[in-house]
């Protein structure tokens, strides 16, 4: 373990008491479980999404979609239209859509907001390539991005190994007790919001993370990722949002993952799919669907236009991202004027 971080504490012992579930959530803002998933499960689905991976040209040929080795030209992230291309094949994999609802997990959720739960349709994967550590996602509270209610939990899960160097999660513990949306900026990185610098301190927490292994937590704990590292190795997870099924919900969390970005609709993700089991298995939920709340993306936007101004180069990639993303939307527009003011190339 480095020591510039404290270990997680493990919640197996208490898997079975939903009352101490619920009361080890409300103090410390986590819980960690080792091996909660099935192993030999797990290791299937990191076989078809890398095998996806790598046929997408992201994975050096001739080596085993199993380890990951990523080819380091090919490095894009989320925000780079290029990343849609592999991203969106991997996310129409029906095997990637049903790990959100393995028994294991919905288990342990139900437990956890003591009743029925609604996975949300919004599946995510994340995609992170060695040695892009200027774009690891940056401290920050989840309700910005997935909104809907405080109540809904996110369950990370390393789809292989994930020690410490390979670029894991960690987390603020007792950060959710603010009870509030804390103050966040423009940054790169997934979601390209971070906290203030006043908000992030803390004993941050973190572990080497196993294969099966599961962290969850609300949507006000603070967490970060930790910077992919290794020389080579791509970092694969599942992150996906739980909660109770009658629970206020965004409709953006509806939609398939980084649509926004390059169209995919659901029936394109289902069209290779051998069940129709899944398929659109919200409807009817009995959930409340609010519209999505712009804010907290409009203020990054102009947080990143003043950046840009003052010559960050980050704020100045996000604005280029927005003009190839959609030059005619009000954004796009934007940030062309202001990088040909400031007179950089798109």
């Not at 991997?90 to 003591?114: C, N, Q, T």
């Not at 390979?166 to 007790?177: D, I, N, T, W």
């Not at 603010?178 to 103050?183: A, I, M, P, Y």
Request: with cysteine; proline share 6%.
């Amino acid at each position: 373990m480095n020591a510039r971080f404290n270990e997680l504490r493990v919640s197996n012992d208490v898997l079975n008491d939903p009352p101490e579930l619920r009361r080890r959530m409300n103090a410390e803002g986590y819980l960690f479980f080792k091996r909660l998933h099935n192993v030999d499960q797990l290791r299937e689905l990191r076989l078809r999404m890398m095998t996806r991976i790598q046929n997408g040209g992201w994975l050096l040929p001739d080596t085993d979609p199993m380890d990951g080795i990523a080819d380091p030209s090919k490095a894009c992230t989320e925000g780079d239209l290029e990343y849609t291309d592999v991203y969106h094949d991997v996310y129409k994999l029906e095997a990637f859509h049903r790990s959100a609802h393995w028994p294991e997990v919905m288990d342990a959720i139900e437990k956890i907001v003591g009743g029925p739960a609604l996975p949300h349709p919004q599946k995510v994967a994340r995609l992170w390539f060695p040695q892009f550590t200027q774009h690891t996602t940056p401290a920050h509270q989840d309700f910005v991005h997935f909104q809907g209610n405080f109540e809904t939990y996110t369950a990370w899960s390393p789809v292989g190994d994930c020690p410490i160097d390979l670029g894991g999660l960690a987390v603020l513990p007792g950060s959710h007790k603010v009870g509030r949306v804390l103050d966040h900026r423009f940054s790169l990185g997934a979601g390209q919001l971070k906290l203030t610098g006043e908000d992030e301190t803390g004993d941050w927490t973190t572990t080497d993370y196993e294969i099966g292994d599961a962290l969850i937590f609300p949507a006000l704990t603070v967490h970060r990722a930790l910077p992919n590292l290794t020389e080579d190795r791509l970092r694969l997870s599942l992150d996906n949002r739980y909660q109770a099924k009658e629970a206020t919900i965004s409709e953006h969390v509806l939609t398939p993952h980084l649509d926004s970005y390059n169209p995919l609709t659901w029936e394109e993700v289902y069209a290779d799919w051998e069940s129709e089991e899944l398929k659109y298995y919200w409807k009817g939920a009995g959930a409340t669907v609010i519209p999505k709340d712009n804010r907290y993306a409009q203020k990054g936007f102009q947080d990143a236009v003043e950046l840009a101004k003052r010559g960050d180069e980050g704020a100045q990639l996000h604005l280029r991202r927005a003009v190839l993303k959609d030059p005619n939307s009000e954004e796009g527009k934007a940030a062309r004027a202001v990088l040909e003011q400031i007179g950089v190339e798109i």
